[in-house]
């Protein structure tokens, strides 16, 4: 009996030594083919970090190209457009125009309303209930003395006129500026793949001609040739 139960468990642990045993080999090629599959899903990934690095921290690829629909839109803010052709070097340019354009407005525009008020205060038929105007009376002189000055109306007169000019010369030089930097966003963006050809090239030199029939029939002159 006790041979019978040895030779039972032998015969047990034989059965599972040549079933399932070679079921966990396969189990570990398994897992290698797997793994050798992962590893070879992992070159598309590689590649694709590859083609992320070819663009900047912006997400913008090497190949962009400006619109210029959006170009026009960004030109709304002034050098907007050109910080979004990428022209960065004229973005000073247009701000600093800009910004001198609107002190010039301001200044101008305050001026005008000083000079425009105390014209308008010193022609009421009380000037005396009014400030604005005492301010161009001689220092050290009482305004009483002044209602009516033909000099104080002159020198109102051309105040006004002259910071009223300046001012909307100063306007329109602004609206110049601010429509020629939508223009300029605009070419930009449509011309940004345009490439001079290398081969433009333009020459100027001193010549000789035939002048016609006679005894002097050479003469000098000064020829270019365009090469594109």
């Not at 305004?143 to 000055?149: A, D, L, T, V, Y």
């Not at 306007?171 to 940004?192: K, Q, T």
Request: proline residues 5%; glycine residues 8%.
């Amino acid at each position: 009996m006790f041979y019978l139960h040895r030779f039972f468990s032998f015969f047990i642990g034989f059965l599972f030594w040549v079933f399932v045993f070679p079921q966990d080999l396969d189990g570990q090629e398994s897992l290698q083919i797997e793994k050798e599959q992962w590893n070879s899903q992992t070159i598309p990934i590689e590649n694709y970090s590859i083609h992320l690095s070819k663009t900047n921290i912006l997400g913008v690829s090497e190949e962009w190209t400006p619109n210029s629909t959006i170009a026009l839109l960004c030109a709304i803010i002034p050098g907007g457009g050109q910080f979004y052709n990428k022209k960065y070097w004229k973005i000073p340019i247009v701000l600093g125009i800009t910004t001198v354009c609107l002190y010039a407005i301001t200044w101008n525009a305050r001026l005008y309303n000083e000079y425009h008020t105390a014209y308008v205060d010193f022609m009421n038929p009380n000037p005396l209930e009014k400030d604005s105007w005492k301010g161009f009376v001689p220092l050290g002189e009482d305004p009483k003395n002044h209602i009516g000055s033909a000099n104080i109306i002159n020198r109102l007169k051309r105040g006004t006129s002259l910071y009223r000019r300046n001012r909307d010369l100063s306007i329109i030089i602004f609206a110049g500026v601010y429509l020629l930097s939508f223009v300029d966003a605009y070419v930009d963006a449509e011309l940004f793949n345009f490439r001079v050809s290398p081969k433009l090239s333009m020459s100027i030199h001193p010549s000789v001609f035939y002048a016609g029939v006679g005894e002097h029939n050479l003469g000098a002159g000064v020829s270019y040739s365009l090469t594109f």
